[in-house]
């Protein structure tokens, strides 16, 4: 079954499930809800379309840097308030409303998106290669360093396979190395299993303003050996 691969890099990513206005947090990988949301995007697609051909994706994610948590403590002023105009909510007794907005920095992803419908992986790798709209990796605040394309990016192999056998796409050879010494493991993989022993609430429904609807997925977690070296992957 063919799959397609996609790169999710950037010195500030944000992958969410569960937040609200003034505590925003991140997961540790991409959600399936971004990268559809992403896929949206590039396809030109707004968000009241139904999204059931681009959630039936099977999705999988191998961790090539796992990236750190930052928090950043965010302030938005109230400006009507402030300059002593109407303000636009009129009974919030503060000027400033608060936030803590967490990210994950210098983090690198392989995402895999596997489907029986070549076609569909085709007209979707059409698409990143000339998105419609501007991609962000989670949050608007969020854009790519690298290209999320990949040149040649459908393989016809499984998930798995397919994330076990591309080469890393890191451009240094030596924090390669230093990764792959440090991480005696190997590299983490997240594979939708119907069976998985976790669950994520990332499965999309609707993306509809004011109706945003999703539903719980079940993924697999395991280790795989750090995959070869190639400079060249970094181009596009």
Not at 93 to 99: C, G, L, M, V
Request: with cysteine; proline share 7%.
């Amino acid at each position: 079954m063919p799959t397609l691969l996609l790169r999710s890099v950037a010195p500030l990513q944000a992958w969410d499930t569960q937040s609200n206005f003034s505590i925003r947090t991140t997961g540790r990988e991409p959600t399936k809800s971004g990268i559809i949301g992403l896929l949206c995007a590039a396809l030109g697609r707004p968000r009241i379309e139904p999204v059931n051909d681009l959630a039936e994706l099977k999705m999988g994610v191998r961790a090539d840097q796992e990236g750190v948590i930052l928090r950043d403590w965010h302030t938005a002023l109230d400006v009507y308030k402030a300059s002593g105009r109407q303000p636009a909510y009129p009974k919030h007794p503060k000027f400033t409303t608060i936030s803590n907005r967490y990210y994950l920095s210098d983090a690198a992803f392989l995402v895999g998106l596997e489907s029986p419908n070549r076609a569909l992986l085709e007209t979707l790798q059409d698409a990143l290669r000339a998105p419609h709209w501007m991609l962000f990796l989670g949050r608007k605040a969020c854009p790519p360093s690298m290209p999320v394309y990949i040149q040649n990016g459908i393989k016809e192999s499984d998930l798995r396979t397919t994330l076990e056998n591309h080469p890393w796409f890191g451009m240094y050879k030596k924090r390669y190395d230093k990764l792959k010494k440090d991480n005696s493991r190997g590299v983490r993989i997240i594979l939708e299993k119907d069976d998985g022993e976790r669950v994520h609430n990332d499965q999309p429904i609707s993306f509809e303003k004011g109706n945003r609807q999703f539903a719980p997925r079940r993924v697999h977690v395991d280790w795989i050996d750090f995959p070869k070296f190639a400079e060249k992957e970094v181009q596009a």
